[in-house]
């Protein structure tokens, strides 16, 4: 396996908004679940604890990063998203870019800036529906931009 073919400009673009995506959605069920996140529930085997813990810390971390990329990429792409400055695209593209860096915030210091502000399970609610509509979004104009954010 040759490591360069995987982390050329377009490739790692694409990995990112993929891992963002799916990030998105299962940022979605947890909130959904009250903010626990769903791997604790799949896997609720009290021995695996701390290996999920530390799994999900590091995928955290990656959340952080790959949205850090795509933030780079939108700016060195002229912040454009999908080639023009739509609103729907870029709110759900800040949605996701957000989220992501929070997530890699709490997997480098343990502190959920998103949910230090609120536990209000209503909150929860409309946020977890905002971040699947920006998941949809985001998606279906990739798709129909072929497959590139800028």
Do not use: C
């Not at 343990?110 to 929860?124: A, L």
Request: no cysteine; charged share 15%; glycine share 10%.
């Amino acid at each position: 396996m040759d490591i360069k073919e995987h982390t050329q400009p377009a490739k790692l673009e694409r990995y990112s908004f993929l891992w963002s995506e799916v990030r998105l959605v299962i940022a979605a069920v947890a909130l959904l679940l009250g903010g626990i996140p769903p791997a604790l529930y799949l896997l609720p085997i009290p021995a695996l604890y701390g290996l999920i813990i530390v799994l999900l810390k590091l995928a955290w971390i990656v959340s952080g990063a790959a949205s850090a990329y795509l933030l780079y990429r939108w700016y060195i792409g002229g912040r454009k998203v999908f080639g023009g400055n739509d609103m729907k695209d870029n709110v759900a593209f800040f949605v996701s870019v957000i989220s992501g860096i929070n997530l890699g915030i709490v997997g480098l210091l343990g502190t959920n800036i998103g949910m230090s502000i609120t536990s209000n399970y209503i909150v929860f609610v409309i946020v977890a529906l905002l971040y699947l509509a920006a998941a949809y979004q985001l998606y279906t104009r990739w798709k129909s931009h072929g497959e590139k954010i800028s």
